[in-house]
């Protein structure tokens, strides 16, 4: 929750801001955690610069009783590769090879169901730590949080109607192959695994292989911009209007 820029009102379900970390804090919530408290009592002083190899989002905050403390949350994997100690029953141990082999099996059984899921942990430090400071580095793994997230109403439907008119709709999503499939077909969008591209996929191609693969593809898994920029080149090349709808 510290780790969250998101607004909401429970008063009168008011919400700003990513609809993930709104997720969380109504979940904490409804535990009697309340976001402006644990602020109040835990000032942030800095947010560390993000990276796209990465994928981590880091607060750094000060604690009126604990000194300081980095809040880390992001993609298991990047997660896991700053961790070398793991959160078990209130005890801080070493991250075992087995430790990581349950934590990975748990994030497959979450993205079989569909389900957005990140991994969260944390730093301490006896010191007020700097921003120029490798501060996502040995990190304690703390756990998953695995949300829900539902379909829109009819959207079936539209994806239909919009093939029948002419439309080839591709869907660009930070969730990972997994998640994409579940995803992709319950909306119809498709019937094969094939249909699902990510960076590792098309890293390394001739153009001519990209083609082919972009030819067959439905859903882009956590593309980087660069690629998205050339995969959209090639439609525009090949005399297809692009529109884009966030």
């Not at 989002?57 to 604990?66: A, E, F, L, Q």
């Not at 991250?95 to 994030?107: F, G, P, V, W």
């Not at 990972?176 to 591209?197: D, P, W, Y």
Request: hydrophobic residues 35%; negative net charge.
């Amino acid at each position: 929750i510290l780790c969250n820029n998101a607004k909401y009102n429970k008063e009168n379900n008011w919400s700003k801001g990513d609809m993930y970390e709104i997720a969380y804090i109504k979940s904490a919530q409804q535990k009697n955690i309340i976001k402006s408290k644990l602020d109040n009592g835990s000032r942030r002083l800095f947010d560390v610069a993000r990276t796209s190899n990465k994928r981590l989002i880091t607060t750094v905050n000060k604690s009126h009783r604990n000194g300081y403390r980095a809040n880390t949350r992001g993609e298991v994997n990047s997660v896991l590769e700053c961790c070398t100690s793991i959160l078990i029953n209130g005890l801080e141990k070493e991250i075992t090879s087995e430790d990581i082999m349950k934590i990975n099996l748990a994030y497959v059984e979450y993205s079989k169901m569909g389900y957005v899921t990140e991994a969260f942990a944390y730093r301490s430090f006896n010191y007020e730590p700097s921003e120029y400071e490798n501060v996502e580095s040995n990190l304690v793994f703390v756990g998953l949080m695995a949300l829900e997230n539902p379909l829109a109403e009819d959207v079936n439907e539209e994806i239909s109607s919009l093939v029948s008119n002419g439309v080839l709709p591709i869907i660009f999503t930070e969730d990972n192959k997994t998640v994409a499939e579940v995803m992709g077909r319950k909306i119809g969008l498709i019937t094969q695994e094939n249909q699902i591209s990510s960076v590792e996929d098309i890293q390394g191609l001739t153009d001519e292989k990209l083609l082919e693969v972009v030819s067959r593809t439905r859903i882009y898994s956590k593309i980087t911009p660069e690629f998205k920029n050339k995969i959209i080149t090639l439609y525009k090349e090949s005399n297809y209007d692009f529109a884009v709808e966030g």
